[in-house]
């Protein structure tokens, strides 16, 4: 058994960094060593940064995102159409889309997609919440924007099936080659997708 190099206070400090995402345990070690070595430049601004995240951060009761404001800063923002409503799996989906700046809609995040075999039913999402919104009227579009996974296609016919009849259109985003990619690396279910969602030119 390995003998311990350091105190208490910096095996905790490793347990924790090794627990977030795209970090193990390695990882985690030389994270925890860098933070230390720049004390003063990093560490203690982290720990500030950390505790007052820790004491402000809310999620959004209109839409799902995380914001230091309720309703959060999409949700408010009058320069946005808010009649159009794209709605993602995470709040993770929402970042990627606005740093793309692709569009300039409202968001609902669902926190997550159904699955029977995990046991994540409807009410474990923030599904209802998106049908209260557009049951509110002034809502024309929903853009489904959930993973190409078998839980995101199953997530986005529940959500289809439970808006039909709200007089809102519903749209999709849509699957297939990306920019840049060449068709002999893509996989089969890709290039599928592609195919169906073939437009004119």
């Known amino acids: ?25 390695r990882s985690a070690r030389r994270a925890a060593l860098h933070l230390i070595k720049k004390k003063d430049q990093l560490l203690g601004p982290l720990g500030h940064a950390m505790g007052e995240a820790y004491d402000k951060v809310k999620i959004c009761s209109c839409c799902g995102n995380v914001d230091t404001v309720d309703p959060c800063t999409v949700c ?9 409503i794209i709605v993602v799996e995470d709040v993770s989906d929402l970042w990627a889309l606005e740093r793309a700046a692709a569009m300039n809609a409202a968001y609902h995040v669902l926190g997550g997609t159904l699955s029977p075999l995990d046991g994540i ?11 209260d919104r557009v049951a509110k009227g002034g809502i024309r579009e929903i ?28 749209t999709r985003l849509a699957h297939g080659v990306p920019v840049g990619g060449e068709l002999d690396y893509l996989d089969e279910g890709t290039l599928s997708a592609a195919i169906r969602a073939r437009t004119a030119i």
């Open 121 to 131: 039913g409807p009410d474990d999402l923030n599904i209802k919440g998106l049908i």
């Open 143 to 170: 853009i489904i924007a959930v993973n190409a996974t078998v839980e995101g296609q199953t997530t986005a016919h529940y959500i289809t099936d439970h808006l039909t009849g709200l007089d809102v259109k519903i």
């Open 76 to 84: 408010t923002d009058v320069a946005r159409d808010q009649s159009v």
């Open 1 to 25: 058994m390995a003998k311990r190099v350091t105190g208490p206070e910096i095996e905790k400090l490793i347990q924790l960094l090794a627990k977030v995402p795209g970090l193990g345990p």
